[in-house]
C-alpha cells in the first residue's frame, strides 16, 4: 500500500502518519527485505492502473 500511495500521489508519502504506522507494522510482519520488494512492487504501479486498483477495492 506505501508504494502504491507513492505511485498514486507521486511523491514519498513520510509525513503520513497513518502511512508511517503501516510501514512499521508491515516491515514487523514482512521483514525488510519483503517489505522492500513489495513497496519497489507497488511504487512501480503506473498512476492510472493504481486508481483503477483503489476504485476496485473501494466499490460496496
Known amino acids: 500500500m506505501p508504494g502504491t500511495a507513492e505511485a498514486i500521489r507521486g ?3 513520510d509525513s ?3 502511512l508511517a504506522r503501516l510501514m ?3 516491515n514487523a ?3 525488510k527485505a519483503g517489505y522492500g520488494e513489495a513497496f ?4 512501480a504501479i503506473p ?3 493504481a486508481l483503477e486498483r ?3 477495492l473501494a466499490a460496496p
Not at 519497489?40 to 511504487?43: E, M, S, T, V
Open 54 to 56: 483503489l476504485a476496485v
Open 11 to 13: 511523491k514519498s508519502q
Open 47 to 49: 498512476r492510472q492502473a
Open 24 to 26: 512499521v507494522h508491515l
Open 29 to 31: 510482519s514482512l521483514g
Open 40 to 43: 519497489r512492487r507497488g511504487a
Open 16 to 18: 503520513d502518519l497513518f
